[in-house]
């Protein structure tokens, strides 16, 4: 059987191993930098591989993301021709998504950034109550993680739509598509929340001229990736009062640099990456029967589009 490469700068071998094993016996599973001959290797798990990490490697049959976004395997200029690009798809990662989304949401919603800064000052003050229905929720992506962020936060009352590239029918979600839709997407927007995957299309999608078409006030919550929101543009709205708040879980660099404006902005929290983190157990069962799959020279699931880069 041809090798299974793991590289990972993310997580510890040891889970994946000890779950990939007692689904596939026999797994010849290989860390990092200890992979013996590189043409042994058929398989590709790996999350932030650096340049140049598939040389030799001329059996290579499939490069699978250690998570859902697949920004970092089209990050390498010579990615193998030929190699399926797959990801991880997880339930579970969805469901913790959502959860993540829900609390930025209700934060914002329940004037959380105003009543902490309260406490800070010991005063006890009261603010008009919101309303749920008229409060606008506004999902870019309504993918695997977006659609159900996107209904967990309608099944609240909220007033939810979706941005995504293609027409949705999402109950309780109203559906805008294409860059025709963007603009009127984001002028019903209160509460903007990003989980788009990372391609050229969607680089610095959040700019001063996005921003400036959210209504006065309004909130951004970035949970897709760093390098979608123009984070200069982002500091002059929150400081000019245009944007109110932001809830951020990634970064263009990450870790978030020690001198970076955001550690100390009243009006931004900062989440290291953690809003849907990958889980071996739970991802398992598709990663060993993708590894079966493409052993066996059949069709894998979860593939990713070369072409769309998503
Ligand atoms: P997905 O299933 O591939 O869904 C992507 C969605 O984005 C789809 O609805 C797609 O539209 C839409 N989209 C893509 N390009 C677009 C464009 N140019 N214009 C409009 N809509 C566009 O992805 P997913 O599994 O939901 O994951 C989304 C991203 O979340 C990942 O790529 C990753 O960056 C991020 N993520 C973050 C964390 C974290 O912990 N922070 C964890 C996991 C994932 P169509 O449906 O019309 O194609
Ligand atoms: C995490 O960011 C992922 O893409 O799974």
Redesign the pocket.
């Known amino acids: 059987m041809p090798a299974v490469l793991f590289r990972t700068d993310n997580d510890s071998p040891d889970q994946w191993r000890e779950a990939l094993t007692k689904r596939i016996p026999d797994l010849d599973f290989r860390v990092w930098p200890d992979i013996g001959d590189p043409e042994d290797i058929g398989f590709a798990l790996v999350w932030k591989a650096p340049a140049g990490a598939y040389q030799g490697m001329t059996n290579l049959k499939a490069i699978c993301s250690l998570?859902?976004?697949?920004?970092h395997i089209f990050a390498e200029p010579n990615l193998p021709e030929g190699a399926h690009i797959l990801?991880i798809?997880d339930p579970w990662?969805?469901q913790?998504?959502a959860e993540?989304v829900l609390l930025q949401v209700l934060r914002f919603h329940r004037q959380g950034m105003e009543y902490e800064q309260f406490q800070r000052e010991k005063r006890w003050a009261k603010l008009p109550a919101p309303e749920t229905s008229t409060r606008r929720i506004g999902i870019?992506?309504?993918?695997?993680?977006?659609?159900q962020a996107a209904t967990t936060i309608a099944a609240l009352g909220f007033d939810v739509a979706?941005?995504?590239?293609?027409?949705?029918e999402i109950e309780g979600v109203r559906s805008f598509?294409?860059?025709a839709e963007?603009d009127a997407f984001l002028a019903r927007t209160d509460i903007l929340c990003c989980?788009?995957?990372?391609?050229p299309?969607?680089t610095d999608?959040i700019d001063a001229g996005t921003l400036a078409k959210l209504p006065k006030g309004a909130f951004v919550v970035n949970?897709?990736?760093g390098a979608q929101l123009v984070e200069e543009d982002l500091l002059a709205a929150l400081d000019n009062g245009h944007i109110a708040g932001a809830a951020l879980?990634?970064f263009r660099t990450e870790p978030l640099p020690a001198d970076h404006p955001f550690w100390d902005h009243p009006k931004v929290q900062v989440w290291p990456?953690?809003?849907?983190?990958?889980n071996a157990e739970s991802g398992a069962d598709q990663v060993a029967e993708n590894i079966r799959r493409i052993f066996a020279g059949e069709q894998p699931v979860n593939t990713?589009s070369r072409e769309?880069k998503?």
Do not use: C, N
């Not at 870019?140 to 659609?147: E, S, Y």
């Not at 941005?163 to 949705?168: A, L, P």
């Not at 990456?273 to 990958?278: E, G, I, M």
């Open positions: 998570g859902q976004g697949v920004d990801r798809v990662m969805a913790a998504m993540w870019l992506g309504l993918g695997a993680l977006g659609a979706g941005w995504s590239r293609t027409r949705k598509a294409g860059e963007f989980l788009l995957p990372l391609t299309e969607t999608i949970s897709g990736r879980d990634v990456h953690v809003s849907a983190q990958t990713v769309r998503y």
